[in-house]
């Protein structure tokens, strides 16, 4: 078992080449990052269900499928069915985060919370207790493109949320995205940060496998 994992974000892959860019990573990670992107919450489309129904067919990786959505309720059991395994939200997108963390778990999955680096840190503490969510996703970019600059502080607000977690005795785990590469993923990790998301150091370089596997190596994996 590895303490970190790394969850790269297809956001960043050759889409023409798709199963490709999944397959070269798939022999090192565990995971694959899906974000999907409405134009409202983000200024940004990308892809939905039947791009991940797709990649599915033809891939055993655990999906963590991140809605930047203004109206995640709508859409969970689709993302469900369409063989995602954690659906994370924002906090900024429902009055309801709690329900929908109730009805992604009654449909199998697991449910992650995401927050915006913009939005007070306070508004996560609640889903810091135990067994209130399976994943947290601190947004270490403003949510919406690849490639951007890691805000500094995001390290402090990883770090606050590893104590409470550990304080809470919750078991979930705590994920990063945004800027995450050779430079910044130590930083993120020794923070607290177990799940590194990282799209365009992996999936932007020319050999998305190796580029893993550095990270990995960073990470002392
Ligand atoms: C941005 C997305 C990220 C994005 C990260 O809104 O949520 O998952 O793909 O890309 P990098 O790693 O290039 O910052
Ligand atoms: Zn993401």
Redo the contacts with the bound molecule.
């Keep these: 078992m590895r303490e970190y994992e790394l969850s790269p ?1 297809l ?2 892959a050759d889409f023409g080449y798709v199963m490709r860019d999944v397959d070269s990573i798939s022999s090192c990670c565990k995971f694959l ?1 899906l ?1 999907v992107m409405d134009g409202h919450y ?1 200024p940004n489309l990308t892809i939905g269900v039947p791009v991940i129904k797709s990649i599915r067919k033809h891939s055993d990786l655990i999906f963590d499928t ?1 809605l ?1 959505i203004t109206n995640p309720e709508e859409f969970i059991e689709p993302f469900a069915e369409c063989g995602s395994d954690y659906i994370t939200f924002h906090v900024e997108c429902t009055d309801k985060p709690f329900e929908l963390i109730e009805k992604i778990r009654s449909l199998g999955k697991k449910a992650g919370i995401s927050i915006h680096p913009d939005t007070p840190e306070e508004k996560l503490y609640p889903f810091l207790e135990k067994g209130a969510a399976d994943l947290i996703l601190v ?1 270490s ?1 403003r ?6 600059s890691y805000i500094p502080e995001s390290t402090a607000r990883i770090a606050s949320y590893r104590k409470k977690l550990d304080e809470n005795g919750s078991g979930a785990i705590l994920s990063v ?4 590469n050779v430079k910044t993923v130590k930083e993120a990790a020794d923070a607290g940060a177990k799940l590194l ?5 992996v999936f ?1 370089k020319e050999d998305p496998g190796a580029a893993a596997r550095e990270l990995f190596e960073l990470l002392g994996e």
């Design positions: 974000s956001l960043s990052h974000d983000v991140h930047m947004m970019v949510p919406g493109f690849g490639g951007q995205d945004g800027g995450i998301v990282a799209g365009s150091a932007g």
